[in-house]
């Protein structure tokens, strides 16, 4: 039997109506564990870089800087951060994970790992190696640039 004709339009919607649905579905269930996906990422990025300045976390994460600065606060009030100032740079403000903040990430991530397979662990386990095989290689060829798409 040959395989079905599937247009890269179709591949495309469908992908993006999963990521919404996943990410939708991923932030509830982590937000209602304690730590919302957006809160929980800007924590993994500081306890993998350390301590770092606003302006730089905000690159890693590819978040407008006011987006940073409004979850920052939120951790900070939350005392899962703290903020110094920057010897280097009196405008910059540092960025530190606390020990309850290392404490929230490590339980959201448990709460990740335990939503991903429930969502993912129903596939063969070559099924999902065939699907991260296949994204990996969508996301190496991902065209870069703001004018990517031919004209």
């Known amino acids: 039997m040959a395989p079905r004709e599937v247009s890269s339009i179709e591949v495309g919607q469908t992908y993006l109506e999963l990521h919404h649905q996943l990410h939708r579905h991923v932030d509830q269930v982590m937000s209602a564990a304690g ?20 302006a ?17 606060d939120a951790l900070e009030r939350d005392g899962l951060v703290t903020r110094t100032e920057d010897e280097r740079d009196r405008r910059a ?14 339980a959201a991530l448990l709460v990740r790992s335990k939503v991903m397979d429930e969502i ?3 596939l063969p386990a070559a099924d999902r190696a065939v699907l991260v095989d296949l994204l990996r290689t969508v996301k190496t060829n991902f065209p870069s640039g703001e004018n990517s798409c031919a004209q």
């Open 35 to 54: 730590l919302s996906l957006a809160r929980a990422k800007v924590l993994m990025r500081l306890s993998e870089g350390g301590p770092m300045n606003q």
């Open 56 to 72: 730089k976390l905000a690159g890693i994460l590819g978040f407008a800087p006011r987006s940073v600065t409004d979850t920052v």
């Open 93 to 106: 403000r540092i960025v530190s994970v606390t020990p309850a903040g290392s404490d929230a990430l490590e």
């Open 120 to 122: 993912f662990g129903s």
